[in-house]
T-cell receptor, first 115, second 114 residues
């Protein structure tokens, strides 16, 4: 079974630009969560999507947004990029069944550098 | 909200030694505690997890323990090998209406010297 895939793997942008990252979950998984990883803050939860609906959200500004498609693929968008947005962006997929915790499996991440 | 503390932040051991990573959490509603291993240039890989109705779980050379009263959990790696060198993260989560949000510790860099 194929794992979680993320594209692109690397991105370089300049301040003020916007960026869209893509995540394809494991087949059959309906939940996709996004995390930001930086050396200073570690892994921080951005948001989770399930059945095309945002189910949970972390403490990030509105410049960070996402969506999920009917095939469970998800995209994350960051507008008006700032230098501090440079990070590894990870997505994780899980079955998403309610009533019990579902293991989350991570993709390799997209390394975003903002100049 | 939940807060997860992890220590130590770095650990260097000789091949064959044991390694222990300790984490504490703050939210008594948390009921799921996974451990992830992250190698350079890769995403975190789930290596073992434990749920709040279990006190200990073992899988070959790794074991996790959970003390709900004290709100702490630990990862034990025995007979370490150079390929165990990586950054290890603990995390905690509670299932809220099916929504899943992991809160991670800051990670521990383990170096196993041959």
């Amino acid at each position: 079974k194929a794992g979680v895939t993320q594209t692109p793997r690397y991105l370089i942008k300049t301040r003020g630009q916007q960026v869209t990252l893509s995540c394809s979950p494991i087949s059959g998984h309906r939940s996709v969560s996004w995390y930001q990883q930086t050396p200073g803050q570690g892994l921080q939860f951005l948001f989770e999507y399930f059945s095309e609906t945002q189910r949970n959200k972390g403490n990030f500004p509105g410049r960070f947004s996402g969506r999920q498609f009917s095939n469970s693929r998800s995209e994350m968008n960051v507008s008006t990029l700032e230098l501090g947005d440079s990070a590894l962006y990870l997505c994780a997929s899980s079955l998403g069944s309610s009533g019990a915790y579902n293991e989350q499996f991570f993709g390799p991440g997209t390394r975003l550098t903002v100049l | 909200g939940e807060n997860v503390e992890q220590h130590p932040s770095t650990l260097s051991v000789q091949e064959g030694d044991s390694a222990v990573i300790k984490c504490t959490y703050s939210d008594s509603a948390s009921n799921y505690f996974p451990w992830y291993k992250q190698e350079l240039g890769k995403g975190p890989q789930l290596i073992i997890d434990i749920r709040s109705n279990v006190g200990e779980k073992k899988d070959q050379r790794i074991a996790v323990t959970l003390n709900k009263t004290a709100k702490h959990f630990s990862l034990h790696i025995t007979e370490t090998q150079p390929e165990d060198s990586a950054v290890y993260f603990c995390a905690a989560s509670s299932t809220q209406g099916g929504s899943e949000k992991l809160v991670f510790g800051k990670g521990m860099k383990l170096t196993v010297n041959p």
